[in-house]
């Protein structure tokens, strides 16, 4: 993007970043108020068409099934000696075998690597975290421990704590983030990089602001600016708003997807309708824009981006601009029918792709 210093020369470049900054931040809390606007709509045309079902929320005491089902791996914990937080995670196949950790998004947990789980621990040692905040894992109150860098130490502590130096990294959605930045931050550390439906940040950045409709679709971004509406806005209806992000015909899986049993929703439900269960998710949102925009920055081991083109939240192109930052093998697929649930969606064509990926990197190191 061209700078605003370099249009108008005259200016002192001090001044010319204040103004960008203020302008920047002006933009933020405005779409944060429209945002804030539409969603308070929604919540009064709701209590006008049924007030009783607005507010009508389940207890949800026990756990379904499908959380504890074995084939998934086994649930276990590490506390970080240096944050002293207590980290979730399920592991499955051999101790001793190459670590692949898988990082979620929002708002998932760790059920959503479940094909993954079952598919990779013939070969490695599979672990899908619940991130800082999320599901089991601990959720520091204040707002500033959700920064990036924080998010970003937690990975390196991990996989530390797990016993490894290094690992093989998927992440999707903000997870996907998360792994660009573990991949930028500590290369020594990431062998090969995978990530699902998530730009290089710097692509993010700098697309959001020159294309409107992005702008829009990451509404939600600015959304969760604000405190604790947001919170309130997905337990109305008994959650519906979450319901309908995996299900619905804009957001949800494709037709011609695996669609989410009765029980994986169910799942989603338990865990993000305990007390304060949506508050630490959201605070990773309410930090990110004092981190941004990132410097660019280059991604230096393999690389494989997986997309969904029918991805209601971020638009294609941002995937092929991708391209420019990996200065290494860097392999693009993206799946017509599939939508930004890709791991979820098209499990079986996932997997065999990141299993190509894998295999092509170990022939192309031996040669």
């Not at 049993?261 to 309708?273: M, N, P, Q, R, V």
């Not at 997986?306 to 192109?317: H, I, N, Q, S």
């Amino acid at each position: 993007m061209a700078s605003p210093a370099g249009c108008l020369p005259w200016l002192p470049g001090g001044f010319m970043v204040t103004v960008r900054a203020l302008l920047f931040w002006a933009l933020v809390y405005s779409y944060c108020a429209v945002c804030a606007c539409i969603e308070l709509l929604k919540l009064l045309w709701s209590i006008g068409r049924s007030p009783g079902k607005t507010f009508q929320r389940f207890i949800r005491e026990n756990p379904p099934a499908c959380l504890s089902d074995p084939s998934l791996g086994t649930h276990c914990y590490v506390r970080i000696k240096d944050s002293g937080l207590r980290f979730h995670y399920v592991a499955a196949g051999e101790r001793g075998k190459p670590l692949m950790l898988l990082l979620h998004g929002f708002p998932e947990f760790w059920y959503s690597w479940r094909h993954q789980l079952r598919e990779f621990k013939s070969e490695y040692r599979v672990v899908a975290l619940d991130l800082r905040g999320y599901g089991e894992t601990d959720a520091p109150s204040h707002q500033e421990n959700y920064k990036l860098d924080c998010l970003i130490t937690d990975i390196k502590d991990i996989l530390e704590s797990l016993g490894y130096n290094k690992c093989m990294l998927i992440g999707h959605d903000w997870g996907g983030m998360i792994a660009w930045l573990v991949a930028i931050c500590y290369p020594e550390m990431v062998t090969k990089l995978i990530v699902i439906n998530f730009p290089h940040p710097s692509v993010f950045t700098e697309y959001i602001l020159r294309h409107p409709s992005q702008l829009i679709k990451s509404g939600y971004y600015f959304f969760f600016q604000m405190p604790w509406f947001p919170e309130f806005m997905f337990r109305v209806n008994d959650f519906k708003v979450l319901k309908n992000l995996f299900t619905s015909r804009t957001t949800g899986i494709g037709r011609k997807g695996c669609r989410l049993t009765a029980e994986d929703i169910e799942a989603y439900l338990y865990i993000f309708s305990q007390p304060g269960a949506l508050t630490g998710p959201i605070n990773h949102y309410r930090n990110i824009f004092s981190c941004l925009p990132l410097q660019h920055h280059e991604v230096t081991m393999p690389t494989l981006l997986l997309w969904g083109e029918r991805d209601a939240f971020m638009e294609v192109e941002m995937a092929e601009t991708t391209r420019i930052y990996v200065k290494n093998h860097f392999r693009l697929t993206i799946l017509s029918e599939a939508s930004h649930w890709l791991q979820q969606d098209q499990p079986d064509i996932v997997n065999k792709l990141i299993w190509t990926f894998l295999k092509e990197e170990t022939i192309r190191k031996r040669e």
